[in-house]
Structure formats: C-alpha cells, structure tokens
C-alpha cells in the first residue's frame, strides 16, 4: 500500500466531501451523515454548502509513524494550512482516519510519543464508535500492569430496552473497537474493563449543577 498516495486520496474525499465509499471505512459515511445533521440543526441549511475557499493541497509530508501490533498509523502534515491527517491502516486497508484543520500550528509535538496525539486518536475512534454503535466516547484510564479502562457513552433507555441476548451482543461488538481504542491511546491492549454511561451532561453549556453522567453497566474482557 502507498501511503503518500492513500494520504492524498483520503484529503481529497474530505474536500470533495464524498464519505460514500473507498478509502475511507466502511463506517465513516454513516458518522459524517450524523456530523452533517448536526451541523445543520445548529447553523441552519447554509451549513451544507461546500466551502468556496479551500486551498489546493500541495505538499503531503510524513511526520511519524507507529507500529502498535496490527495496526500501523501514519501522521502527515499537509501544505499549506498546517493540518493534519492521521492514518491508521490494519491488513492493508484503512482501519482509521482523523483530519484536523491547522494542527500543526499548535505547540504539539508528536515526535516523541510511542502512540499517536490523543486528540487525533480519539478523533478516529469517535467515528467508528458513532458510525457503528450510534455511541460517544466517554474517556480511557490506563495503568501499566493493570485492565485499561474503556467507557462509551450512550442514552440508558436504549441499552435498558436490550433483552439478555440482544445486550450480549452490544457487548461483543463494543470489544473490537474498545481494544483498539485502548492500543492507539496507550499502546497495549491486554484485559479490558468496558464502562458504558449515559451521555455527560458536562459536555453542553449548562449551569454547572448537573450530576455526573449515569453508569449503566461495565463488563470486564480478558
């Protein structure tokens, strides 16, 4: 697989705004269909015009890279603006993909860390959680020698009216995207404790007297 090639490919459905298909996951048109819902309900329909100023994107230069088990991430920088793109490719097939406007203006280093810049990692499990589950992330604890503490986010009522069956499942198809989760933030993914809550009222503008979001159940995975 070329990756400078895969890296133009991927800016170029995002500037097209086309999510439909190929290179991107399977998964992403689904969470950019959400992320175009949203967009709309807060400015209103002139949020689906495309863009008229985007620049021709002329340099596409590898930063970094990291081999966390099997999966293999890349980070580029692209000229001009100074963003960002990270890549995250598992059996020869993007696995992962977060954009960032204007990253490198930051004063981030990603030069010395052993697994990606968080904010771009979460960035990429954000949309497979969303795109797949219909689920936010809802934050990752890791110590060394100890389960890493994955938690999802989600409303109590839709995990309340799973039978037994059904939230087996939902378990079973947390597992994958929790492990790698754990890998591109951490760098290891041995036991996992699995903790799904109800959305974080902190996260919206409130007047800062909400509670804690609600705990709706946590499975341990070996």
């Known amino acids: 697989m070329n990756i400078d090639e895969l890296a133009r490919d991927v800016v170029d459905c995002f500037v097209r705004a086309d999510f439909s ?6 998964y992403f048109a689904r ?33 970094r890279r990291w081999n966390l088990g099997d999966l293999d991430a890349y980070l580029y920088r692209i000229e ?6 990270l890549l995250v490719v598992r059996d020869e097939k993007l696995a992962y993909v977060a954009l960032a406007g204007q990253w490198f203006m930051m004063p981030l280093d990603a030069h010395e860390r052993e697994v990606p810049p968080n ?8 949309h497979r959680l969303e795109g797949e589950l219909d689920m936010m992330p809802g934050g990752i604890v890791a ?65 800062g007297n909400d509670p804690p979001p609600q705990f709706i159940a ?3 995975v070996p």
């Open 143 to 207: 110590v060394r020698g100890e389960p890493v503490h994955v938690g999802f986010q989600l409303e109590p009522s839709r995990y309340a009216a799973l039978d037994r069956a059904e939230r087996s499942s939902f378990h079973n198809a947390c597992v994958p995207i929790a492990r790698d989760a754990a890998v591109l933030s951490c760098g290891w993914s041995g036991p996992l404790v699995i903790t799904l809550q109800g959305p974080d009222p902190r996260e919206r503008v409130t007047n």
């Open 80 to 85: 001009p603006t100074s963003s960002a793109v």
């Open 119 to 126: 904010d771009l990692a979460m960035m990429c499990i954000w």
């Open 21 to 26: 298909g190929p290179p991107l996951p399977p």
């Open 218 to 220: 946590r499975f341990d």
């Open 31 to 63: 969470w950019a269909e959400r992320e175009h819902a949203r967009a709309i309900e807060a400015y209103g329909p002139g949020a689906d015009e495309p863009p008229g100023d985007v620049p021709e994107f002329t340099s596409f230069t590898e930063q």
